[in-house]
């Protein structure tokens, strides 16, 4: 079965600490993206990673970074979290082969609130 | 660039009754349109999709969707609700390339028993 798997459900951190959300998917997919979901705003393009240390940014990469050092691993990072980052953060996969055809694969969401 | 619409942020209906939800989109030719489930506070789910062939696309749970082209909508039913129907629902339009994945702002299912 097609898995996306997020460390963390909840989190609860405090502003300026720096924080990483990581993701892993087991279907040997290229295309990984991270997400943010917001009531009212739908989901938002943080990050896009089409390759092992290739990415682009999205709609909304102001004070977020990545890191894909392993195909399987996408890790999403918060130098200083401030409050206005508290938000449902969703990671997905892509096969590359499926093109702009392939569905997005889900993790459960990782929900941070930054006090 | 490609965007979708969905119209009712929130949509009631009562239990056994018939369920739409209202997706429209514009893009080139071809558009491939998904439709996701989210239940509170997990990912998203994949219900159904259509890339080509039949217009009327079946997914899990009972849904449904039909792909008109002349009317750029890809509508999700469903005959009759059920309880445990009441989620989010998201329609969405994949771009010309990989990265590209348009999401509408999503529609709020409530089941009324």
């Known amino acids: 079965d097609v898995k996306v798997t997020q460390s963390s459900r909840y989190l609860v951190k405090r502003t300026g600490e720096k924080v990483f959300l990581e993701c892993v998917q087991d279907?040997?997919?290229?295309?990984m993206f991270w997400y943010r979901q917001d009531p009212g705003l739908g989901l938002r393009l943080i990050y896009f990673?089409?390759?092992?240390?290739?990415?682009e940014k999205g709609d909304i990469p102001e004070g977020y970074s990545v890191s894909r050092e392993k195909k399987e691993r996408f890790s999403l990072i918060l130098e200083s979290a401030s409050t206005n980052q508290t938000s449902m953060y969703l990671c997905?996969?892509?096969?590359?082969?499926?093109?702009?055809?392939?569905?997005?694969?889900f993790g459960e969401g990782s929900r941070l609130t930054v006090l | 660039a490609q965007s979708v619409t969905q119209l009712g942020s929130h949509v009631s209906v009562s239990e056994g009754a018939l369920v739409l939800l209202r997706c429209n989109y514009s893009?080139?030719?071809?558009?491939?349109l998904f439709w996701y489930v989210q239940y509170p506070n997990q990912g998203l789910q994949l219900l159904l999709k259509?890339?080509?062939?039949?217009?009327l696309v079946k997914g899990i749970n009972g849904f449904e969707a039909e792909f008109k082209k002349s009317e750029t909508s890809f509508h999700l039913t469903k005959p009759s609700a059920h309880m445990s129907d009441a989620a989010e629902y998201f329609c969405?339009?994949?771009?010309?390339?990989?990265?590209?994945?348009?999401f509408g702002t999503g529609t709020s299912l409530t089941v009324i028993p």
């Open positions: 997905a996969s892509r096969p590359g082969l499926a093109g702009v055809r392939g569905e997005l694969f």
């Open positions: 279907m040997d997919h290229e295309n």
């Open positions: 990673s089409y390759d092992v240390k290739m990415k």
């Open positions: 893009s080139s030719v071809p558009p491939y």
């Open positions: 259509y890339t080509t062939g039949a217009t």
């Open positions: 969405a339009v994949s771009g010309n390339t990989g990265n590209q994945f348009y």
